[in-house]
């Protein structure tokens, strides 16, 4: 199924190579699901839990100070 978009998106283009494109391509394929929503799920997996230094208020809807 479809994930629910986010009120806040952007669109991206981005380059990759065509035999990531192939694989992902049938991972959405194999999950049912878009190649749109398979790469935001595996973006998401892959940044889950690492550490970044952001500036205060970046990732949050405050304006910085």
């Known amino acids: 199924g479809r ?3 986010k009120e806040d ?5 981005a380059r990759i190579p065509s035999e ?3 694989r992902l391509r049938f991972i959405a394929a ?3 699901r878009s190649l749109n929503d398979t790469f935001i799920l595996l973006l ?3 940044t889950e839990g690492r550490r970044i230094a952001v500036p205060n208020g970046l990732l ?3 304006q910085p100070q």
């Open 9 to 13: 998106t952007i669109q991206l283009t």
């Open 3 to 5: 994930m629910k978009e």
């Open 60 to 62: 949050s809807h405050e």
């Open 20 to 22: 990531l494109h192939k």
């Open 30 to 32: 194999d999950e049912n």
């Open 44 to 46: 998401q997996e892959a």
